[in-house]
């Protein structure tokens, strides 16, 4: 597995699981999530809680690693600190260098994200993404998945809008190694 190395967070992880394509998704990227992520989508009875602890047992580009310790670096510390406890993780991860880019589904995340230049993605684009690393056989498929992610998600008109239309050059730096 040599896809390109990517920290997901709860939402995230719970939608592409409920989409159907968290599996492929770890075919694509080499996919980690901190223990407490871990801990929040693998409640009993939750939404995917079954699957994703089956993930999480097999080397399949999925894993589970240890929440980050030390300091947040001094540029993005009080941006950090506004967050939940699960995405604060995740962006620490990246901040510490762990990981390429984040897949983030949560509003303040992405937020952090943008100010901090950290290269994000949201669950609506995977689909594309799939399609793009020739994972979906056909544009339909996309779409079905896409307005799927969108109904189980909360996006923005705006969100929705510029995902529809993102294309395959927008979205290169996350099929690159």
Known sequence: MDGPLAMIDASSAILL???????ACCQVF?????????????????????RLRALAGKASGFVVVEDPTGPFPDQAGAD???LHQGERDTL?????????????????G???CRRQGIPHINALLCPKILYYC???PDARQVRSLFDRI?????????????????RRSDLEFFLNR
């Open 17 to 23: 699981t409920k989409a159907g394509i968290m599996d």
């Open 30 to 50: 080499r996919i980690k999530m901190t223990r407490r992520v871990f801990e929040e989508v693998t409640v009993m009875d939750r939404p995917g809680e079954r």
């Open 80 to 82: 950090l600190q506004r």
């Open 92 to 108: 620490h991860h990246f901040l510490n260098g762990t990981v390429r880019f984040v897949i983030l589904d949560d509003g303040k």
């Open 110 to 112: 992405v937020q952090v």
């Open 134 to 136: 020739e994972w979906l």
């Open 150 to 166: 969108a109904g189980l998600g909360r996006y923005s008109k705006d969100v929705l809008a510029w995902a529809r239309q993102c």
